[in-house]
Nanobody, 117 residues
Framework: VQLVESGGGLVQVGGSLRLACTAS????????MAWFRQPPGSERAFVSG????????WYADVVKGRFAISKDNAKNTVYLQMNNLKPEDTAIYYC???????????WGQGTQVTVSA
């Protein structure tokens, strides 16, 4: 499976961006898709995840109420709608897939999101 992210860029504080991640194929419905991010000088951290089939989703506390994850099964694509962006949201955002958030086995190349004050 290959994951390709798109939609990153430069946005002002309070603005919005939508990231997209398209998978080259879907192997098992039981797998999940997730977004992680890595700010400059920091570790990679979980942002949000969603089940391919059931649609249950999860969020890190720092993005709850501002970010929304969704999917289009027909397009093998997962989206991350990011609203009310803050400077601390600046990071490289990675799409990932695996059997759970704790067992990610495939990563995308990452897309840069920069929020300017």
């Amino acid at each position: 499976v290959q994951l390709v992210e798109s939609g990153g860029g430069l946005v002002q504080v309070g603005g919005s961006l939508r990231l997209a991640c398209t998978a080259s194929e879907r192997t098992f419905n039981e797998r999940i898709m997730a977004w992680f991010r890595q700010p400059p000088g920091s570790e990679r951290a979980f942002v949000s995840g969603i089940e391919w089939e059931g649609g249950e989703s999860w969020y890190a506390d720092v993005v709850k109420g501002r970010f929304a994850i969704s999917k289009d099964n027909a397009k093998n694509t997962v989206y991350l709608q990011m609203n009310n962006l803050k400077p601390e949201d600046t990071a490289i955002y990675y799409c990932a897939t695996g059997w759970s958030v704790a067992s990610i086995d495939t990563w995308g190349q990452g897309t840069q999101v920069t929020v300017s004050a």
